[in-house]
Nanobody, 126 residues
Framework: QVQLVESGGGLVQAGGSLRLSCVASGRTSSSYRYVMGWFRQAPGMEREFVAATRWSGGSTYYADSVKGRFTISRDTAKNTMYLQMNSLKPEDTAVYYC?????????????????WGQGTQVTVSS
């Protein structure tokens, strides 16, 4: 089992920045096989893909809505994944979740991810 804990959410004005963190613990010895992703869910909406990266490094993938504004990264020494969010917009308001899958394939469907954090709220005011 892998446990994921997000932090870093908060209230920010449009145009501002936030950095989310996701710390992984537990069975991380096979982390080289993991793909880690960020998803978000706004009230009344389905959970949607934001970004993903291979824990072993290399590939990253972004939703079109955040491309050029958000950056996903990871620090393997700290077992931590980050989402740097710049130029935030009110439509970015949502609960943000980090997730992991051991398929070693970057996928954008929430059901393909086995592990989930509890979420952190991001609110962008206009």
């Amino acid at each position: 089992q892998v446990q994921l804990v997000e932090s870093g959410g908060g209230l920010v004005q449009a145009g501002g920045s936030l950095r989310l963190s996701c710390v992984a613990s537990g069975r991380t010895s096979s982390s080289y096989r993991y793909v880690m992703g960020w998803f978000r869910q706004a009230p009344g909406m389905e959970r949607e893909f934001v970004a993903a990266t291979r824990w072993s490094g290399g590939s990253t993938y972004y939703a079109d809505s955040v491309k050029g504004r958000f950056t996903i990264s990871r620090d393997t020494a700290k077992n931590t994944m980050y989402l740097q969010m710049n130029s935030l917009k009110p439509e970015d308001t949502a609960v943000y979740y980090c997730a992991g899958n051991i398929k070693n394939v970057i996928v954008t469907t929430p059901s393909e991810y086995e592990y989930w954090g509890q979420g952190t709220q991001v609110t962008v005011s206009s």
